[in-house]
């Protein structure tokens, strides 16, 4: 058993009827009244985004997370194919599983796999940066290259953001996979 003062993020819980993640938290401290803890759950199953508030002396059922190293393989329809790289062993984990960050998944990109111990999977973890090849992008405008601003860009798997005037279709650069923004030129 976990208390309000054991959160963090990336926590999983067990509330309500399933699995949650606690993407963000905050201690609260209100002029009158007790103190409280507001956070920001994710389903693990719906993707589902809640927010709650747990009393300070509240009890929080922890689940227990397993991570282990997977390689990403393919995509094969409604699943998302990845590799043990000790066994060879291959898992598909459904779209819902994945959610948003399939726009960085590249082929044989190393991730974390977080299990229950039962082996039900929860999630992935991917690099804090990847490198993406961007497949389109804004022309140069003459006379935009001193203003330090950026111009939109698509990458390879569909990612948009905004990049400096300098990229062009068919570079490489760095992702940030936190934020979705340009890093640098690979």
Not at 5 to 31: A, C, Q, T, W
Not at 103 to 122: H, S
């Amino acid at each position: 058993m976990a208390t309000t003062s054991d959160i963090r993020n990336g926590m999983m819980i067990e509330f309500k009827d399933g699995i949650y993640e606690i993407i963000d938290f905050l201690h609260v401290k209100p002029g009158k009244g007790n103190t409280f803890v507001r956070t920001k759950l994710r389903n693990i199953k719906t993707g589902q985004v809640l927010e709650n508030n747990f009393r300070i002396s509240e009890k929080l059922t922890e689940v227990r997370v397993e991570k282990s190293k997977k390689q990403y393989l393919y995509h094969d329809g409604d699943f998302y194919v990845f590799m043990d790289n000790e066994t060879y062993e291959q898992i598909s984990v459904p779209s819902e599983v994945i959610g948003d960050l399939d726009k960085y998944l590249i082929e044989n990109t190393e991730v974390t796999m977080k299990t229950t111990p039962e082996g039900e999977i929860m999630g992935i973890e991917l690099p804090t940066s990847i490198v993406m090849e961007i497949s389109e992008c804004d022309p140069n405008v003459k006379g935009n290259t001193a203003s330090g601003g950026g111009k939109n860009a698509v990458t390879q798997t569909g990612l948009k953001l905004t990049v400096p005037f300098f990229i062009e279709a068919g570079d490489r650069i760095k992702v940030d996979t936190r934020t979705g923004s340009y890093q640098e030129r690979a």
